[in-house]
Structure formats: structure tokens, C-alpha cells
């Protein structure tokens, strides 16, 4: 199995910045049919991956396990946790290991199977979710929040660096979460790979999530005709007006032949899921009529496409 697919009994180590939701997700995990445990001490992580969901017929064959590992853990290392999974990649469910020697060469990717999720946040958004719910950073009981965080980001570079999947979650609401993690993980999910297509609007920042981004503000903009304003790219004469652009018809068609290009090489580099990003200025006219027409196309082509306009509605 390539490292980027899933399967029955897949083992998910979450971990990241506290405060960015790995609390959170492990429950979403659960609620997805995983085994969550949280806080698991390092030393245990060997024997609980061992333990495969298939060994237990109390267990579905489709559920996994999901494991919550962060600095509040017992013995926590970083570097050891990467090693040891590594270990377990090559078949070993020893004990973590202790010498400096077996930590040399880590690899950058982790065990097909076992799956190193590292959830990460702005540390300005983490420090207001720290405020807003008047808890101490676990590695600042004693100081301002804004030193546990600074501290707590060296601590984490090496799974940040080592993770395959990272979930940044600033601008994430918790059912975008929860669709993520479902996209991603969830259990109806097979080998073909998932396009996720969805419009956004440049003012609020980039999708953190997006593999590609296009921008569309050379369109002509149906936000200055006041008819047409207050509509959204999902009107047919809002369309209409796009599609009038004189460049449309000759940028689609290129964008289409690309992804077109691109597509077969992601999958069969074995990534599950592709992120393209459509945006606009504003993220309800240009961007939202360019990602319908995106979608239909490749859905035509026989694509899996999951189709979202972010800031449509707002």
C-alpha cells in the first residue's frame, strides 16, 4: 500500500500545537469509527499498534485506530516518537528507542499504514483561543501564553516536518473540520483519488488546506453591474456575463487541459485527495462560476469531485 492510502486497521498518531484541535478531531475521529485514545504514554505506542483492529472481533474491519500524542504526554520526545515509528514501519513493536545512534536518519515519511497527523494553527489564533477560554498553555502555567506557544512550536518542528498529513486549522469552523477529517479519513473513502474544488475569496486569506490556487480576478467582475451584484456565480446570468469575458473560453479550456495533464501524475503518485483553490475577490461571482464549471467538467471525466464555495454565502 502506498503511504498516502488507507485502509482497514490504519493507525492515525495525532498530535500538534495545543489548542489547534487535536482534542477535537480525535472525538470527530470517533464519531468516524475510529478508536481514539488520547494522551498515550510513548512507551505503549509499540503494543497498541501491534494490536491491529482486526485482532479484535469486537471491532469493525473498517474502523482504525486514532492515538492522541502532545507534550502533555508521559516521556513525550519528538524525535523519539518519529523513530519509533519507524521502527514499526520495518515490523519492530519494541520499545522506544533510547540511543542517540538510532536516531540518525529519520525518515521524512512515516510507516505505510501508521499515519503521522499534526494539527497546526497561527499562533495568534492560538493565543486568542487560549484568552477567549482562560486556560494556560501546558508549557506556561507560569507565564504569558504567547512563551508556552513560542516554546512549544521549536519543540514540535520535527513532526511538523515529519507529518503526512498537516491540518492547519486558523480559519477552519468545526463542520469544515469534521468534512475534512471525513474526506481524509473517513471510512467510505476508497483507492481513487478525491477532487476537492472549492471558490474562496482572496480578502479572507488563502484555503490552507489547497494543493493548487488559481486566481480569476482578470475576469471581468459582475459585482459592477448593479443587477448582477447581488446574485452569485451560480446564477445563469451571472455565468453568462462571465463566460462573456473574452479570454474565458481560451483560459478554461487551459485550465481544464492542465488538471487534465496533472490529475493521472497525482494519482498515480497515490495521493487520495487533490485540493484546487478558485479565487476571486470577493469569492462570490468569478470564483464560484469558474469552480462549478471546473467541477462538472471533471466529474464528466469520471473524477470524484467534492464541490465548496467558502465565502459564497458571507
Do not use: W
Not at 486558523?170 to 477529517?181: A, V
Request: glycine fraction near 8%; charge should be neutral; charged fraction near 25%.
Amino acid at each position: 500500500m502506498h503511504p498516502a492510502e488507507s485502509g482497514p486497521g490504519d493507525v492515525l498518531v495525532v498530535t500538534g500545537m495545543s489548542g489547534a484541535g487535536k482534542t477535537t478531531a480525535l472525538k470527530l475521529l470517533e464519531d468516524l469509527g475510529y478508536e481514539a485514545v488520547d494522551n498515550l504514554p510513548l512507551s505503549l505506542l509499540p503494543r497498541l499498534v501491534a494490536r491491529r483492529p482486526g485482532d479484535s472481533q469486537r471491532r469493525s474491519p473498517h474502523m482504525g485506530t486514532a492515538v492522541g500524542v502532545d507534550t502533555r504526554t508521559r516521556d513525550f520526545d519528538p524525535e523519539g516518537l518519529i523513530a519509533a515509528l519507524a521502527r514499526l514501519r520495518r515490523g519492530s513493536a519494541g520499545s522506544l528507542p533510547d540511543g542517540a545512534a538510532e536516531r540518525r536518519d529519520l525518515p521524512h515519511r512515516l510507516p505505510t499504514g501508521i499515519r503521522l497527523v499534526f494539527f497546526d494553527c497561527d499562533d495568534a489564533v492560538l493565543q486568542q483561543r487560549f484568552t477567549a477560554t482562560r486556560r494556560r498553555h501546558p508549557l506556561a502555567l507560569d507565564r504569558p501564553v504567547a512563551d508556552g506557544i513560542a516554546v512549544e512550536r521549536r519543540l514540535m518542528t520535527p513532526l511538523r516536518d515529519a507529518a503526512d498529513e498537516t491540518i492547519d486549522t486558523s480559519l477552519l469552523s468545526l463542520p469544515d473540520l469534521r468534512q475534512l477529517l471525513h474526506e481524509r479519513f473517513g471510512a467510505t473513502r476508497d483507492a481513487a483519488m478525491t477532487v476537492i474544488l472549492t471558490s474562496f475569496s482572496f480578502r479572507r486569506g488563502l484555503p490552507r488546506e489547497a494543493d493548487l490556487v488559481f486566481d480569476v480576478r482578470f475576469l471581468r467582475n459582475p459585482y459592477y453591474d448593479p443587477a448582477l451584484s447581488p446574485r452569485t456565480g451560480d446564477d445563469p446570468e451571472v455565468g453568462a456575463y462571465i463566460a462573456g469575458d473574452p479570454d474565458f473560453p481560451a483560459f478554461f479550456d487551459r485550465l481544464s487541459g492542465l488538471l487534465r495533464m496533472l490529475l493521472p501524475r497525482y494519482a498515480q503518485e497515490g495521493k487520495q485527495y487533490l485540493t484546487i483553490a478558485i479565487g476571486c475577490t470577493g469569492g462570490r461571482h468569478r470564483s464560484v462560476y469558474t469552480a462549478r464549471l471546473l467541477s462538472d467538467l471533471l466529474a464528466s471525466d469520471g473524477i470524484q469531485v467534492t464541490l465548496r464555495h467558502r465565502d459564497r454565502d458571507l
